[in-house]
């Protein structure tokens, strides 16, 4: 189980060239190794801060990208809560993955039939046994704590029979939504959280400092588990950092 190294920067843009630093790396690697690069997304604040430097990296071969979502919310794909929406804006109109490498969420079904749909095109990828091993998955982090659709308190956060969970209480609007669950996300090679802003200063240094119980703070990853945060998300945070070295 890795323990997580903090990367703070001054802004989010440096944020995004750490990003796409990394994730040039990595992708080689599993590319080289697997002859693809598995990725699961989030919705959020991360699309954009993820493609604002990684759309014109002309290095990568996106060719070889099957790109999941960490969550999703039940609704149509082009609706603006839709999280493949938010991507699709930001990255996907911008380099090539082939559109049947992106595995977008049934909305005609309920939301748990979607999630059951959702898994059986996990096995398509990763196979039916064992659990799913991605390469990097991108998590963001609300300022309740909650991370993919894994809420404070809510009964998914013990899902250990599920590789996809869904809900229709979501706490935040939609509420219909699925979600991978921890046997997934804590068994990727690669986890990077990126948090921002102000708003997430108190849950970071709960989560860091006080070791309080919130739902990122249960995230583990087989390698590597990072977190890309800015300055003003740390204020008040004492939980040891470093700068990421591009
Ligand atoms: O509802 C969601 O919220 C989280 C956090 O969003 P942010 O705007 O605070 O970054 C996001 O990671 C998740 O994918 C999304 O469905």
Same mark, same amino acid.
């Given at each position: 189980?890795?323990?997580?190294?903090?990367?703070?920067?001054?802004?989010?843009?440096?944020?995004?060239?750490?990003l796409n630093h990394?994730?040039?790396?990595?992708?080689?690697?599993?590319?080289?190794?697997?002859?693809?690069?598995?990725?699961?997304?989030?919705?959020?604040?991360?699309?954009?801060?993820?493609?604002?430097?990684?759309?014109?990296?002309?290095?990568?071969?996106?060719?070889?990208? &099957? /790109?999941?979502?960490?969550? $999703?919310?039940?609704?149509?794909?082009?609706?603006?809560? !839709?999280?493949? #929406? *938010? %991507?699709? =804006?930001?990255?996907?109109? &911008? /380099?090539?993955?082939?559109? $049947?490498?992106?595995?977008?969420?049934?909305?005609?079904? !309920?939301?748990? #039939? *979607? %999630?059951? =749909?959702?898994?059986?095109?996990?096995?398509?990828?990763?196979?039916?046994?064992?659990?799913?091993?991605?390469?990097?998955?991108?998590?963001?982090?609300?300022?309740?704590?909650?991370?993919?659709?894994?809420?404070?308190?809510?009964?998914?956060?013990?899902?250990?029979?599920?590789?996809?969970?869904?809900?229709?209480?979501?706490?935040?609007?939609?509420?219909?939504r699925i979600t991978?669950?921890?046997?997934?996300?804590?068994?990727?090679?690669?986890?990077?959280?990126?948090?921002?802003?102000?708003?997430?200063?108190?849950?970071?240094?709960?989560?860091?400092?006080?070791?309080?119980?919130?739902?990122?703070?249960?995230?583990?990853?087989?390698?590597?588990?990072?977190?890309?945060?800015?300055?003003?998300?740390?204020?008040?945070?004492?939980?040891?950092?470093?700068?990421?070295?591009?």
């Amino acid at each position: 189980m890795a323990t997580p190294t903090i990367y703070v920067s001054p802004t989010s843009a440096h944020i995004s060239a750490s990003l796409n630093h990394l994730i040039t790396r990595l992708s080689a690697t599993s590319i080289s190794r697997s002859n693809k690069f598995t990725v699961a997304i989030s919705g959020g604040s991360l699309p954009k801060i993820l493609a604002a430097d990684l759309k014109s990296n002309t290095t990568i071969d996106f060719t070889k990208w &099957h /790109v999941f979502f960490a969550d $999703e919310r039940v609704v149509p794909i082009d609706h603006d809560d !839709s999280n493949f #929406k *938010a %991507a699709k =804006e930001t990255l996907f109109a &911008h /380099v090539p993955i082939p559109r $049947e490498q992106i595995y977008t969420v049934e909305p005609s079904l !309920s939301h748990d #039939k *979607a %999630a059951e =749909e959702y898994t059986q095109q996990l096995k398509k990828v990763f196979g039916a046994d064992g659990i799913p091993q991605f390469d990097l998955i991108l998590l963001g982090m609300g300022p309740d704590g909650h991370t993919c659709s894994l809420f404070p308190g809510h009964p998914l956060l013990e899902v250990e029979d599920r590789w996809v969970a869904s809900l229709d209480d979501s706490p935040k609007p939609p509420p219909q939504r699925i979600t991978l669950t921890y046997p997934v996300v804590n068994n990727a090679e690669t986890v990077a959280f990126v948090a921002t802003g102000e708003g997430k200063a108190e849950v970071l240094h709960k989560i860091f400092d006080l070791k309080e119980d919130f739902p990122s703070g249960r995230v583990t990853a087989k390698k590597n588990l990072l977190w890309f945060v800015d300055e003003p998300a740390m204020k008040g945070v004492q939980f040891q950092t470093k700068s990421y070295q591009l």
